[in-house]
Protein backbone atom coordinates (compact mmCIF):
# COMPACT_ATOMS: atom_id res chain seq x y z
CA UNK A 1 0.00 0.00 0.00
CA UNK A 2 1.83 3.42 -1.07
CA UNK A 3 2.21 5.89 1.55
CA UNK A 4 -0.82 8.74 1.30
CA UNK A 5 0.78 10.93 3.73
CA UNK A 6 3.51 13.54 3.22
CA UNK A 7 7.47 12.44 4.65
CA UNK A 8 6.45 15.38 6.75
CA UNK A 9 3.54 14.46 8.65
CA UNK A 10 5.33 10.97 9.29
CA UNK A 11 8.21 12.75 10.48
CA UNK A 12 6.07 15.08 13.05
CA UNK A 13 4.23 11.60 14.35
CA UNK A 14 7.47 9.58 14.88
CA UNK A 15 8.95 12.35 16.65
CA UNK A 16 6.04 12.67 18.87
CA UNK A 17 5.26 8.97 19.50
CA UNK A 18 9.14 8.92 20.31
CA UNK A 19 8.49 11.79 22.90
CA UNK A 20 4.48 10.82 24.19
CA UNK A 21 3.93 6.96 23.57
CA UNK A 22 2.01 5.73 20.76
CA UNK A 23 -1.50 6.99 21.46
CA UNK A 24 -3.05 8.63 18.68
CA UNK A 25 -5.16 11.28 19.96
CA UNK A 26 -1.90 12.69 22.73
CA UNK A 27 -0.08 12.40 19.37
CA UNK A 28 -2.66 14.88 17.39
CA UNK A 29 -2.77 17.25 20.20
CA UNK A 30 0.67 17.63 20.06
CA UNK A 31 1.08 18.32 16.26
CA UNK A 32 -2.15 19.34 15.22
CA UNK A 33 -1.47 23.38 15.50
CA UNK A 34 2.06 23.20 14.59
CA UNK A 35 1.78 21.42 11.11
CA UNK A 36 -2.09 22.19 9.98
CA UNK A 37 -1.99 26.10 11.81
CA UNK A 38 -4.34 27.63 8.91
CA UNK A 39 -6.45 24.28 9.03
CA UNK A 40 -6.54 24.37 12.93
CA UNK A 41 -7.60 28.08 13.11
CA UNK A 42 -10.43 27.48 10.54
CA UNK A 43 -11.89 24.46 11.93
CA UNK A 44 -11.94 26.00 15.14
CA UNK A 45 -13.64 29.38 13.78
CA UNK A 46 -15.97 27.09 11.86
CA UNK A 47 -17.27 24.70 14.82
CA UNK A 48 -15.09 21.57 13.26
CA UNK A 49 -12.21 21.26 15.62
CA UNK A 50 -13.80 17.46 17.06
CA UNK A 51 -13.81 16.45 13.29
CA UNK A 52 -10.38 17.57 11.98
CA UNK A 53 -9.08 16.05 15.09
CA UNK A 54 -10.90 12.73 14.83
CA UNK A 55 -9.74 12.84 11.25
CA UNK A 56 -6.60 13.11 12.30
CA UNK A 57 -6.16 10.21 15.11
CA UNK A 58 -7.55 7.92 12.22
CA UNK A 59 -4.54 9.09 10.40
CA UNK A 60 -1.81 9.21 12.87
CA UNK A 61 -3.28 5.76 13.94
CA UNK A 62 -2.54 4.27 10.85
CA UNK A 63 0.95 5.96 10.54
CA UNK A 64 1.71 3.97 13.86
CA UNK A 65 0.79 0.27 12.79
CA UNK A 66 3.52 0.98 9.51
CA UNK A 67 6.92 0.68 11.35
CA UNK A 68 9.38 1.83 9.35
CA UNK A 69 11.97 -0.86 7.59
CA UNK A 70 15.00 -0.46 10.34
CA UNK A 71 12.92 0.19 13.27
CA UNK A 72 10.95 -3.42 12.39
CA UNK A 73 14.12 -5.03 11.66
CA UNK A 74 15.49 -4.15 15.48
CA UNK A 75 12.50 -4.80 17.03
CA UNK A 76 12.55 -8.18 14.96
CA UNK A 77 16.09 -9.20 16.24
CA UNK A 78 14.84 -7.88 19.98
CA UNK A 79 11.96 -11.10 20.15
CA UNK A 80 13.75 -14.21 21.23
CA UNK A 81 13.95 -16.86 18.69
CA UNK A 82 11.88 -19.45 20.79
CA UNK A 83 8.75 -16.95 19.50
CA UNK A 84 9.75 -15.49 16.43
CA UNK A 85 7.89 -18.37 14.56
CA UNK A 86 4.56 -16.71 16.44
CA UNK A 87 5.50 -13.18 15.61
CA UNK A 88 6.04 -13.73 11.79
CA UNK A 89 2.89 -14.21 10.65
CA UNK A 90 1.11 -11.81 12.44
CA UNK A 91 -0.20 -8.52 10.15
CA UNK A 92 1.10 -5.58 12.19
CA UNK A 93 4.21 -4.47 14.01
CA UNK A 94 2.18 -3.62 16.67
CA UNK A 95 -1.30 -3.88 18.71
CA UNK A 96 -3.55 -1.01 20.77
CA UNK A 97 -3.32 -1.74 24.40
CA UNK A 98 -6.44 -0.16 25.86
CA UNK A 99 -5.36 0.24 29.20
CA UNK A 100 -2.13 2.21 27.76
CA UNK A 101 -4.59 3.84 25.12
CA UNK A 102 -1.81 3.43 22.56
CA UNK A 103 -0.34 0.95 20.20
CA UNK A 104 2.39 -1.35 21.71
CA UNK A 105 5.12 -2.75 19.45
CA UNK A 106 5.15 -6.43 19.62
CA UNK A 107 8.49 -6.88 21.21
CA UNK A 108 7.35 -4.59 24.38
CA UNK A 109 4.30 -6.86 24.05
CA UNK A 110 5.94 -9.83 24.91
CA UNK A 111 7.76 -8.55 27.75
CA UNK A 112 4.91 -7.73 29.23
CA UNK A 113 2.39 -10.74 29.12
CA UNK A 114 -0.75 -8.25 31.00
CA UNK A 115 -0.12 -6.24 27.85
CA UNK A 116 -0.30 -8.85 25.61
CA UNK A 117 -3.42 -10.11 27.11
CA UNK A 118 -5.00 -6.90 26.95
CA UNK A 119 -4.37 -6.45 23.48
CA UNK A 120 -5.56 -10.05 22.53
CA UNK A 121 -8.57 -9.79 24.16
CA UNK A 122 -9.05 -6.15 22.58
CA UNK A 123 -8.56 -7.29 19.25
CA UNK A 124 -10.67 -10.66 19.45
CA UNK A 125 -13.36 -8.03 20.77
CA UNK A 126 -13.03 -6.37 17.69
CA UNK A 127 -13.12 -9.13 15.29
CA UNK A 128 -16.64 -10.31 17.30
CA UNK A 129 -17.88 -6.63 17.16
CA UNK A 130 -16.91 -7.62 12.99
CA UNK A 131 -18.68 -10.79 12.48
CA UNK A 132 -22.02 -10.19 14.66
CA UNK A 133 -21.98 -6.75 12.34
CA UNK A 134 -21.27 -9.34 9.16
CA UNK A 135 -23.94 -11.55 10.18
CA UNK A 136 -26.64 -8.15 10.61
CA UNK A 137 -25.32 -7.38 6.88
CA UNK A 138 -26.34 -11.41 5.50
CA UNK A 139 -29.56 -11.06 7.02
CA UNK A 140 -30.62 -7.53 5.89
CA UNK A 141 -29.43 -9.01 2.17
CA UNK A 142 -31.49 -11.64 2.78
CA UNK A 143 -34.60 -9.66 3.26
CA UNK A 144 -33.58 -7.42 0.69
CA UNK A 145 -33.36 -9.89 -2.02
CA UNK A 146 -36.11 -11.74 -0.80
CA UNK A 147 -37.85 -8.98 -2.38
CA UNK A 148 -36.53 -9.94 -5.75
CA UNK A 149 -37.94 -13.00 -7.01
CA UNK A 150 -35.00 -13.11 -9.68
CA UNK A 151 -31.79 -12.61 -7.24
CA UNK A 152 -29.69 -15.68 -5.72
CA UNK A 153 -30.10 -15.14 -2.17
CA UNK A 154 -26.98 -15.52 -0.45
CA UNK A 155 -25.34 -16.36 2.07
CA UNK A 156 -27.08 -19.56 2.49
CA UNK A 157 -29.82 -20.59 5.07
CA UNK A 158 -27.39 -22.14 6.75
CA UNK A 159 -25.44 -19.30 7.42
CA UNK A 160 -28.76 -17.13 7.65
CA UNK A 161 -29.64 -20.15 10.61
CA UNK A 162 -25.60 -19.36 12.23
CA UNK A 163 -26.46 -15.45 12.05
CA UNK A 164 -29.62 -15.97 13.79
CA UNK A 165 -28.05 -18.25 16.44
CA UNK A 166 -25.16 -15.35 16.49
CA UNK A 167 -27.88 -12.61 17.35
CA UNK A 168 -29.91 -14.47 20.06
CA UNK A 169 -27.00 -15.82 22.04
CA UNK A 170 -27.25 -19.26 21.03
CA UNK A 171 -24.21 -19.97 19.38
CA UNK A 172 -22.00 -17.69 21.90
Request: glycine share 2%; with cysteine; hydrophobic share 40%.
Amino acid sequence: MPNRHSPDFVTHVWHAAARLGRSAPRIVDDILCDIFPETSEAAENEGATKILRTGCISEVKRVLRIVPQDEDQARFDEIDASFRPYVAPLQRPSYYVPEREEEVPVAELIAAPDELDAARRFMRRKGMECLAEADRLDLLYEAVVAQEPDMDPRPSARASQLASDRLSGAAA
